[in-house]
């Protein structure tokens, strides 16, 4: 079975400084991993994807992601981080369940940016 | 388009009473899930479906059942509220086929007391 570990449930940074939220996954198969943002009230919404090719993966406000399949890791990061980017971000990696896809999601990382 | 959306946004039941989260989405996915949030226990599957008239149990389905009459709409039952089921719930949706994106909508917070 598949399955996603996020090492850190809170991350506290500063403005400006740069950030890394960590992901191990554990899979027999293919792996196909996301990570999404979660802002306060709000539903989740796609950051980026990894399904082949590059293995640096880039996505919306000015976050990346390297997957190594060697480590089993697929961690996001962002070299500055801006008050904004406070929210909850979850890795999850796809799998197919009973026929159909589905998402397994970690347990989330809380980022918080201190001014 | 207005992605996906759910109703209510927050609710407070009895334990016992029953009600209705209800989900729509007007990007004619097939697929559509719905998930439970807990703090610190990210997002499980509760139920999912892959097309109108096809639904089947995801991880955590007990005490929850759903229905999929049309490719819009996806409503996500509880009959008997118990305080377990305090959570935020998430309905998504996608296209089908390979490993695209979901789609999610904003969340019904429900309390169970």
């Known amino acids: 079975a598949q399955s996603v570990t996020q090492l850190d449930s809170q991350v506290p940074v500063f403005e400006e400084a740069p950030v890394e939220l960590r992901c191990n996954y554990s899979s027999s198969v293919s792996v196909y991993l996301f990570w999404y943002v979660q802002y306060p009230n709000q539903g989740l919404q796609l950051l980026l994807k990894?399904?082949?090719?590059?293995?640096l993966v880039k996505g919306i406000n000015g976050f990346e992601a390297e997957f190594n399949k060697s480590q089993t890791s697929f961690h996001l990061r962002k070299p500055s981080v801006h008050i904004s980017d406070t929210a909850e971000y979850f890795c999850?990696?796809?799998?197919?369940?009973?026929?159909?896809?589905?998402?397994?999601f970690g347990q989330g990382t809380r980022l918080t940016i201190n001014p | 388009n207005a992605g996906v959306t759910q109703t209510p946004k927050f609710r407070i039941l009895k334990i016992g009473q029953s009600m209705t989260l209800q989900c729509t989405q007007d990007m004619n996915h097939n697929y559509m899930y719905w998930y439970r949030q807990d703090p610190g226990m990210g997002l499980k599957l509760i139920y999912y479906?892959?097309?109108?008239?096809?639904?089947d149990k995801g991880e955590v389905p007990n005490g929850y059942n759903v229905s999929r009459s049309t490719t819009e709409d996806f409503p996500l039952r509880l009959e008997l509220a118990a305080p377990s089921q305090t959570s935020v719930y998430f309905c998504?949706?996608?296209?089908?086929?390979?490993?695209?994106?979901?789609?999610f909508g904003p969340g019904t917070r429900l309390l169970v007391l």
């Open positions: 990894y399904l082949s090719g590059s293995t």
């Open positions: 999850a990696v796809s799998a197919y369940y009973q026929g159909a896809q589905k998402l397994v």
């Open positions: 998504a949706s996608r296209v089908a086929g390979g490993h695209e994106t979901q789609y």
């Open positions: 479906s892959v097309g109108a008239g096809i639904t």
